[in-house]
Every structure is written in C-alpha cells, then in structure tokens.
C-alpha cells in the first residue's frame, strides 16, 4: 500500500522549499504488498553506523578533525527549523486565515463562553508518514506550534525519544503544519492537549495497528493515505483499523486523500474521514468504491485534506476534554463514547450551499455532513443525554407508524445511547417522540445522525435505520435507510411545527444482522429559524452578498422587478462558507437586480 504524506519540494537557490501540500505521493515499503497486513515488517531501515567519532582524524584529509555527525545532523535540523518558521509565516500561516478558519469551524464562538475548552487532559496521537522517501523526515519540531520540547515524545521501530533532534529522525515541516492546526498555540482546535506521540506511521501501523496493540492517546491523526488500492486491500485495510477501533474505542480521524477517490484508512467504519473544504480544495469524493458508503464524513477548511483533518482531530479532543468534565450530564461514559463523538462531530456540522443527500446515501459524496462546527456540536452535547420515550418490537419487515405521543423528550437538541435488541422474526423501534415548538419564525432546522460500529472480527454491520414520522397524520417525513453505512443521517432545512416521532430502527431478520444487540449513539438538534440579514458590498469589480451561516440552508435568488407577479430565480453562483458567514460573489449586474433569501 501508498502512504501519501503532504509534501512538495522545488529547489530556491539550491535549498529544498517546503511549500506543504499533498500532491507527491510517496510509497512505504511496510505497507506496500497485501501481505504487509499479515505481518510482514521488511522496510525498517537501521541507523548506519558511523566510521569515525569526534576528534578522529580523517584520513584522506591530514590536519581535519570529523565533526560529530549529531552536531551536523542538529545543525541541519536547526537550519531547516528557522526555514521552515520563516516560509510558514510568509506563505502558510497567515494568522487572520488562522482566525478565520477557527471561526469557520465555530471555535472562536465555543471560546467565547468557554475560554478553557482546549482539549486539555486529551492525550494525541499523531503518526506521521515519511515527507521524503529514504529521508526518514516525518519528526514534529513542539516549538513550531508554541509549545515545550516536553509536549513530544518521538516513537519509531528503533525506540522512544523525549528530546528534539534525536536520532530517530528528521525533521517534517508536514508534521509541524498538521501541528498548528490541531494543537498550535493560537492557531489549532485544541491547544490545551498536554502531549503528543509522534509516531513514524509505518511503525504504527505495522507494530501497533497491525498486531492490536492499545496506545493510551484517545485521538489519533492521521494525515497520510494508502492511495489507490484494490478493492480487496482496501477492505483488508478497512477491517484492520475496525478491529483497533472497536476494540479500544480510539478517535481516529484520517484525511481522504485529495482529489480522485476516498481511500484509505478513512475509508473504515468506525473512523471519521476528513474532506477539505474552500477555494481550491483538493478533496477526494465519495462514495467508498468497495461497497458505496457514503465517505468523507464531513469536511473542515483547508486546500489539502492533511491540514483539515487535524481540525477534526482538536475538535474530537475539545468534545471529550468537555464530556470528561461532565458537560454531557453523569453518565460520562456515555458522552465520551466514540459513537456519541462521531454522533455530534457529524451531526454539528454546516451545510454548504449545495448540500445533497438522499435516504439511502446518508451524507453529500463531496461535503460529508458538511463544514466542521464545534460549536453546534458542543450545545448538542451540553443539552444532555435525553432518553428514548418508549419502545416496540415489530415483526420483521412489518411497517412501524408513529404512536400516540407519550414522554415527550423536552428538549430540543441532545444526545442519547442505547443498545437496541432485535430477534431472528422481529424488528425494534425505539421512539423519541418531539414537540416541535418553533421559534417566533416559524418553523425549525432538524439535523439528526445514528451512529454505530462494525463489530471487531465481522465483515458486515447490522442494519440500523432512522425514520421520522408526524405522529398526527402518520405521515412519514423523510428517513435514511442505508443498507451499507454504519451511520444515518436526516436533515430538514424547513420542519413545520407539530408533534414528531424521531425512530431508531434495528432489522432482526438474519440478511440484516449480524448480532442480536447493538449499541448506538444518537445526536439531534431543532434549531429556530432566524431570517439572516444579508449584506451586499462592492469589492473591487465584484459585488459580494454574505448573511451568517446557521444549520439552516438558505439559498439566494433574484429577481430585475418588484411589480407583480414576481418571479424570483435561483443565483448562478454557490456560496462559499468561510468565517461565520455564507459568501457569493457576482460580476456587476447590467440593470437593477433585487436579491433574497429563501429556504
């Protein structure tokens, strides 16, 4: 298999430029054939051994003394560090982009009323793939992201470091930009996290993932893919990491690569693969190619999914650091699960403009759920863990209509956790029934996602589904019924008010299930509908329109006259989600053109 690291290199007066994308795919050898997974571990490359110490006399050369190699090797590294620092601050770290991007992903707003939410007591993983074939270049420098040389400790196949340089490697400036956006001092998700092992990836996979040995950290990221494998190898890769995960319920959050189709491992169930999202965003669309599920999960601001990906990563740190505290209510080991992380990390985020999906593809092909928003995910978690209002069985196959309304859930958005149980010849429904009160607007916004694992050691999943029906009528809404995902996904940009029966549905008979109980984390959310105010500005020679992004989608149309009839059509342009706000940019109109909101 490939790893892909986030790398390319053009030569600026002799020196190697790190201009820091994901372009140049670089191959492992420990993960280069199918029988790497069966636990080969050729490609380990051992430090050569030295001729000559310190204070020797060279040979060849009367009258010179051998400079220690680790003196050179730590100037070197020290050179390449003020590099870095310097190209990073002149091209990549822009810190009102910074800002924007934190703003984007709603930190800047969770902040704001919880300024020691960082991610703090969340130990990270963040394995690294080699930038340079042979270079053995894959080291986080701490100092790059304002942090001590103590916040590291540095783990390979040739042992453990806590200092920087050290002998295991060498320095990666991919590793340190993947740093700024997960833990960076004022420029990540979660710059309270107290430690980082930084694992060489062909190690961890081989040494840790392979053999299912636990690491202590809680979130993993994963900045690197395998490329293109075959259907058979990817799914091979797939089971690999489901087994880890379900084992250990480890946060993993792996870039899908950029451009081309979604691979590996962020092609697994039980992690979460990151989409980049904004101008020229390279990101790989979905579906998976082995079975059509519906892959990335969700997407946050970057051109190179390497970079948006630990965006996700400090998000997930931020959520559990939040639900270890007790934000989530008592039951901490509920809120801190893995599917009820996955549960909120979804169903919080903000959907683009053009946002799409359908009963059977829970999430967009490009978008996932949509732009990170660790803000909506956060009131989600904080409303606490609302309990199911009642539940039946049903013979298998047979249809499920709402009831009558009963322990209405009163709140509006949250979270629950169950296990569900379910027989050879009957289905289960547990029902949460909602009384959709809208706000002084009207009607609300529903967003809701399911979550559950592949079970380790199984090559299928059992098969959950989520309806939503109006309990007066008994007409059904909308659901998502994926037969492949492990995950379901409903959203409703307009609900009217009225009573709702929000149903969990777990299939018993044999072709849909593969256990007769399963554990699952559901999160929810009806939100208001606020009328945005939007706000037309002149720039250059375009004329923008921007109005705040909510999870509510509005789309913007125009009309030449306000005489009846008005006949309002959709604006040729997709608005661009950056900074809080929703953005479209035109070319001047030649005449007077009137503009609205409309969802």
């Not at 372009?23 to 030295?50: V, Y």
């Not at 800002?99 to 993983?125: E, K, S, Y």
């Not at 909120?344 to 829970?362: E, Q």
Request: aromatic fraction near 10%.
């Amino acid at each position: 298999m490939r790893l892909e690291a986030g790398f390319a290199h053009e030569a600026v007066h002799g020196l190697r430029m790190i201009l820091l994308t994901d372009s140049k795919r670089r191959c492992f050898q420990a993960f280069l054939a199918k029988n790497t997974l069966r636990g080969d571990r050729r490609g380990f490359r051992q430090p050569a051994s030295l001729p000559f110490t310190a204070g020797d006399v060279y040979p060849a050369c009367p009258g010179k003394t051998v400079v220690p190699y680790s003196r050179v090797l730590e100037s070197l590294q020290r050179f390449q560090i003020a590099l870095f620092f310097f190209l990073a601050w002149l091209v990549l770290a822009n810190p009102a982009c910074r800002a924007d991007d934190l703003t984007t992903i709603g930190v800047t707003q969770l902040r704001a009323i919880h300024p020691n939410l960082n991610g703090a007591g969340i130990a990270v993983a963040q394995p690294e793939a080699q930038a340079d074939q042979g270079e053995n270049d894959w080291e986080l420098y701490p100092g790059d992201d304002g942090q001590p040389l103590s916040f590291a400790t540095w783990i390979n196949t040739n042992g453990t470091a806590s200092t920087f340089p050290n002998s295991l490697g060498a320095y990666s400036g991919h590793a340190g930009e993947v740093g700024h956006n997960l833990y960076g001092v004022g420029t990540g998700a979660a710059p309270g996290v107290p430690h980082v092992d930084n694992y060489e990836a062909d190690f961890f996979i081989n040494y840790l993932i392979q053999s299912n040995q636990p690491v202590a950290d809680q979130v993993v990221n994963q900045s690197f893919t395998f490329g293109v494998l075959s259907i058979a190898d990817q799914q091979e890769a797939d089971s690999l990491y489901d087994n880890y995960i379900a084992n250990y319920s480890n946060l993993f959050c792996s870039g899908a690569a950029d451009g081309g189709q979604v691979c590996a491992p962020a092609t697994c169930y039980n992690g979460l693969g990151v989409g980049c999202y904004g101008v020229g965003a390279a990101s790989s669309i979905g579906p998976t190619v082995d079975n059509g599920r519906s892959k990335p999960d969700l997407t946050a601001p970057s051109t190179y999914t390497s970079f948006s990906t630990p965006y996700v990563s400090g998000a997930g740190a931020v959520l559990l650091q939040a639900a270890a505290n007790g934000a989530g209510g008592t039951n901490l080991a509920a809120a801190g699960d893995l599917r009820t992380l996955r549960a909120l990390l979804v169903n919080g985020a903000i959907k683009p403009v053009d946002w799409t999906h359908t009963p059977t593809a829970p999430l967009d092909t490009r978008y996932g759920s949509g732009v990170l928003n660790l803000f909506y995910s956060y009131l989600q978690l904080a409303a606490g863990q609302q309990p199911l209002s009642t539940a039946q069985t049903v013979l298998s196959g047979a249809s499920h209509p709402p009831g009558t309304p009963a322990n209405i859930i009163p709140s509006l958005l949250g979270w629950d956790f169950q296990t569900i149980t379910s027989s050879p010849v009957q289905d289960t429904v547990n029902h949460y029934y909602f009384n959709n009160v809208g706000g002084s607007t009207g009607p609300n916004t529903l967003t809701a996602t399911l979550e559950w694992n592949r079970g380790a050691g199984e090559s299928s999943i059992n098969q959950l589904a989520l309806f939503l029906y109006n309990c007066v009528n008994g007409d059904l809404i909308t659901n998502s019924s994926s037969t492949v995902d492990n995950l379901q996904h409903l959203y409703l940009a307009s609900l009217p008010s009225g009573e709702y029966d929000l149903e969990v549905v777990k299939y018993g008979s044999p072709s849909q299930s593969v256990s007769f109980a399963e554990t699952y984390a559901l999160a929810y959310q009806f939100v208001p509908i606020s009328p945005p105010e939007a706000v037309i500005a002149t720039i250059g020679s375009e004329v923008v329109i921007s109005w705040p992004a909510s999870p509510t989608l509005f789309s913007l149309q125009q009309t030449s006259s306000l005489a009846a009839p008005i006949s309002w059509t959709p604006v040729n342009a997709v608005g661009l989600l950056s900074n809080a706000l929703v953005t479209v940019t035109l070319n001047p109109p030649a005449s007077t053109v009137f503009f609205r909101l409309s969802r």
